[in-house]
C-alpha cells in the first residue's frame, strides 16, 4: 500500500482568511500611498522648489514674510539650543526682529560649527511663504531647515520603497494562504521573491536620495529591478529543478543494541499518537512518552507499525510537527490502512528505522518457504505447504 492510498489523508491548517484580508488591506494601501506621493507629494514639492528657486526679493515697502518674494529683515540673535534628540546635528536659533517679532529657525550642524552663531549677533533672516528659509550670519546666506530644495527626495524615496513592499506583503501572506494545499511548497518560494522585494525597497531610496532628477532615479530604479528579477528568476529556476522528482530520502537503518530516547513526535489517528515529544526506541519497539526522560508514561506502538518512506517535511504537515530548525525528517508508515507520521531530528531517523525494521525469523528445518513449497509440491499436499510458505514469510513475532 502506498502513501498515497492510506486512509485519513493529513490536511494543513487552514488558511486564515481574515489575515490574507488584512495582507490585501495594507498591501493595497501601501500601493494607494506610493501612488499619492508620485501623483501629489513629489509634484507637488519640485513645484516649490521652482518657486523658491525663481523667487525674486520682494520691492521696498512690499511683501511680508508670508508672501512669494523674499523678504529679508534685520534681527538679534536672543540665545541658541542645541537640539540632541536627532541623529544629524541641528541647532536652534532663537531671534528678535526689527518690530519686535520673536521667532526661531533651525540650522544643520552645532553653534561651535557655525561662526556668528552667538547671543547677540546681528543677523538677517529671509522669509518665503512663512518660513524664514536662510539666515545670513555675516558671512553670506545660510539655508535652514526649511530649505525647500530637494524637499521631493524623501518623499520620493518613501514612494520607491513601498511600491515593491505592496507586491512582497501581498505574495508574503498568499504563499502562508496557499501553502496548506501544496504538500512540497518549499521556503524558496516566500525566501527569493523576499528577497528580490527587500532589495529593491533598499535600492529605490538610493536612488532618489543620491540621483540629480527624478527621472535619473526612476531609470536607475527600473534597471535594478530588471536586475533583481533577473537573478531571482535563475535562482527559482534553479532550486525548482533541484526539487523535481520523487524526494523520498535513502536512509540506512540503525543496528540498535539497546534502548535510546530523542525528541521527536508520532501525528495520526492512532491511540499512540500525540503522546508527548520524546521518542523511545529499542529492537522491535517504539514508544512516545511526555517525559523527556523516558522514564514513565510510555506509549507503546503496535507490531502492525509498518515504514513506508522517509521524506523532507511538508506544509501540509499535521499541526504539532516539530520543524528541529528545518533539520527534521518524517516518517511515513501505515498502521492496519491509517496514515502515520513519524518526525525527528534527521540524525535519529535511523534509529526510527531500526526500531521498526522486523526482524528475520529463524529458518525452519527444511529450508524455508521455497523448500516447503517445494516438499508440498513432491508430498501433493497444497494447502499444507502454503500455509508453511505463509509462516516462512511473516517476517517473525509482533513487538510487545
Known amino acids: 500500500m502506498s502513501s498515497t492510498e492510506?486512509?485519513?489523508?493529513?490536511?494543513?491548517?487552514?488558511?486564515?482568511?481574515?489575515?490574507?484580508?488584512?495582507?490585501?488591506?495594507?498591501?493595497?494601501?501601501?500601493?494607494?500611498?506610493?501612488?499619492?506621493?508620485?501623483?501629489?507629494?513629489?509634484?507637488?514639492?519640485?513645484?516649490?522648489?521652482?518657486?523658491?528657486r525663481t523667487a525674486s526679493p520682494c520691492a521696498a515697502g512690499r511683501g511680508g514674510r508670508d508672501g512669494d518674494c523674499l523678504w529679508t529683515t534685520g534681527a538679534r540673535i536672543d540665545h541658541v539650543r542645541r537640539e540632541t534628540a536627532k541623529r544629524s546635528p541641528v541647532f536652534w536659533v532663537y531671534v528678535v526682529e526689527s518690530d519686535g517679532?520673536?521667532?526661531?529657525?533651525?540650522?544643520?550642524?552645532?553653534?561651535?560649527?557655525?561662526?556668528?552663531?552667538?547671543?547677540g549677533a546681528r543677523i538677517e533672516v529671509t522669509y518665503w511663504r512663512g518660513q524664514i528659509r536662510t539666515?545670513?550670519?555675516?558671512?553670506g546666506p545660510r539655508y535652514t531647515k526649511a530649505?525647500?530644495?530637494?524637499?521631493?527626495?524623501?518623499?520620493?524615496?518613501?514612494?520607491?520603497?513601498?511600491?515593491?513592499?505592496?507586491?512582497?506583503?501581498?505574495w508574503g501572506w498568499y504563499w502562508v494562504g496557499r501553502r496548506p494545499?501544496?504538500?512540497?511548497?518549499?521556503?524558496?518560494?516566500?525566501?527569493?521573491?523576499?528577497?528580490?522585494?527587500?532589495s529593491l525597497m533598499l535600492l529605490g531610496p538610493l536612488a532618489a536620495l543620491s540621483t540629480p532628477s527624478v527621472g535619473r532615479a526612476f531609470a536607475v530604479f527600473g534597471a535594478a529591478a530588471a536586475a533583481v528579477a533577473l537573478v531571482c528568476a535563475v535562482v527559482a529556476l534553479f532550486l525548482r529543478w533541484r526539487q523535481r522528482g520523487d524526494?523520498?530520502?535513502?536512509?540506512?537503518?540503525?543496528?540498535?543494541?539497546?534502548?535510546?530516547?530523542?525528541?521527536?513526535?508520532?501525528?495520526?489517528?492512532?491511540?499512540?499518537?500525540?503522546?508527548?515529544?520524546?521518542?523511545?526506541?529499542?529492537?522491535?519497539?517504539?514508544?512516545?512518552?511526555?517525559d523527556p526522560t523516558a522514564a514513565a508514561f510510555r506509549n507503546e506502538a503496535p507490531g502492525t507499525l509498518r515504514a513506508l518512506r522517509v521524506r523532507p517535511l511538508y506544509w501540509t504537515d499535521p499541526q504539532g510537527r516539530p520543524d528541529f530548525r528545518g533539520r527534521g525528517l518524517v516518517l511515513e508508515c501505515e498502521d492496519a490502512g491509517t496514515a502515520v507520521l513519524i518526525a525527528t531530528h534527521r540524525k535519529h531517523m535511523p534509529l526510527v528505522l531500526g526500531a521498526l525494521r522486523r526482524p528475520q525469523a529463524p529458518e525452519e528445518p527444511g529450508g524455508g518457504s521455497g523448500d516447503a513449497d517445494a516438499g508440498a509440491a513432491d508430498a501433493g499436499d497444497a494447502d499444507a505447504g502454503g500455509a508453511h510458505g505463509a509462516a516462512g514469510t511473516a517476517g517473525g513475532p509482533s513487538r510487545s
Open 6 to 52: 492510506l486512509s485519513a489523508p493529513f490536511t494543513g491548517p487552514p488558511a486564515s482568511r481574515g489575515a490574507k484580508r488584512a495582507a490585501l488591506v495594507l498591501a493595497v494601501a501601501c500601493l494607494l500611498a506610493a501612488a499619492g506621493l508620485l501623483a501629489i507629494g513629489v509634484p507637488g514639492a519640485l513645484a516649490d522648489e521652482h518657486a523658491f
Open 101 to 119: 517679532h520673536a521667532t526661531r529657525t533651525s540650522l544643520r550642524g552645532t553653534p561651535s560649527q557655525v561662526p556668528g552663531a552667538r547671543p
Open 135 to 139: 539666515v545670513d550670519l555675516g558671512q
Open 147 to 170: 530649505d525647500p530644495r530637494e524637499d521631493h527626495r524623501p518623499l520620493l524615496a518613501a514612494a520607491l520603497g513601498l511600491l515593491p513592499f505592496a507586491p512582497v506583503l501581498w
Open 181 to 198: 494545499r501544496s504538500r512540497r511548497a518549499g521556503a524558496w518560494q516566500l525566501v527569493v521573491p523576499l528577497f528580490g522585494g527587500l
Open 247 to 290: 524526494d523520498t530520502i535513502a536512509l540506512a537503518p540503525a543496528a540498535l543494541t539497546g534502548e535510546r530516547h530523542f525528541a521527536g513526535a508520532v501525528l495520526g489517528d492512532v491511540p499512540y499518537a500525540g503522546g508527548g515529544g520524546t521518542l523511545v526506541v529499542a529492537p522491535g519497539y517504539l514508544a512516545t512518552t511526555p
